[in-house]
């Protein structure tokens, strides 16, 4: 089976760049599950449940989040209603929303989809590592093949977690820089790995945001509104195969595609 995992999705440049070019997507690859994440799909910053219809209407079936999940303050009592919305696992005991999920494919094949965040330049959470071990333990019992969102600053947190999820889970996918990397791998013991999977969204921006803005901010330190930039976008994404049979993964391919 494959797997499309589509990076960040920032703003309305993000969202076009996706409906325009996930249908091609998915028919040149084949691809039988699309997961995104979508924490700035609303206007850079957070995400609503009209943007979740939207974004669930251009063919993608799991969105992922992190940190800016709670950005748009109107979404907090609707998370819970969205099963195919997650949120990162590891935040404390009470917080609305799931963080895992089984996803059923057309063919009866069942895929496990966790979402977690890192702990190391980012807010507080419940240690990933455990958390993570222990679901991943859980969904076991139910599916072979188990896809992780890590939402980590960190390069080196993501990495360790890789290779701690290796052999364990399917896919471990990093989330929230922005930025592609270029490390995509298959782990030793058939996880398929990437540090951080990028954005889909405008092009010309700092990691999505008005370039003036940002430079702004890093001459004065003034706080300051920021605004999601527009002109030319880019879907950053993943294909990932894997052997429904094992659950491991025998491929990662790394998309870079310009809008329009």
């Known amino acids: ?20 070019l996930l249908p091609a997507v998915v028919d040149r690859y084949k691809i039988d599950l699309v997961i995104a994440n979508g924490e700035n799909a609303a206007g850079g910053f957070g995400i609503t449940d009209k943007i979740v219809a939207e974004l669930m209407g251009y063919g993608v079936h799991v969105i992922t989040t992190g940190n800016h999940v709670w950005d748009k303050k109107e979404f907090i009592p609707q998370i819970s209603k969205e099963d195919r919305v997650l949120r990162p696992l590891n935040y404390p005991p009470g917080v609305p929303g799931f ?4 996803y059923p494919l057309h063919n009866g094949t069942n895929v496990g989809i966790i979402n977690l965040s890192g702990r190391v330049f980012m807010s507080s959470f419940d240690c990933p590592f455990r958390v993570g071990k222990r679901e991943i333990e859980r969904l076991a019992g139910l599916t072979k093949i188990i896809i992780i969102d890590f939402h980590a600053e960190a390069t080196s947190e993501k ?16 989330t929230h820089t922005h930025v592609q990397t270029a490390d995509e791998k298959v782990l030793p013991k058939g996880t398929a790995y990437i540090t951080d999977v990028g954005m889909t969204g405008p092009s010309h921006s700092v990691i999505g945001i008005e370039v003036e803005q940002i430079i702004e901010r890093f001459l004065t330190n003034m706080p300051m509104r920021f605004e999601t930039a527009k002109g030319e976008g880019i879907f950053s994404a993943v294909v990932i195969e894997i052997d429904e049979k094992t659950g491991r993964s025998t491929a990662i391919q790394r998309l870079q595609l310009k809008y329009p």
């Open 1 to 20: 089976m494959k797997v499309l995992f589509i990076g960040d999705i920032v703003g309305k440049i993000g969202r076009l760049a996706t409906k325009a």
């Open 159 to 174: 990495i360790a977690f890789g290779y701690y999820a290796d052999g364990k889970a399917s896919a471990v996918i990093g």
């Open 99 to 102: 963080g895992s999920l089984i």
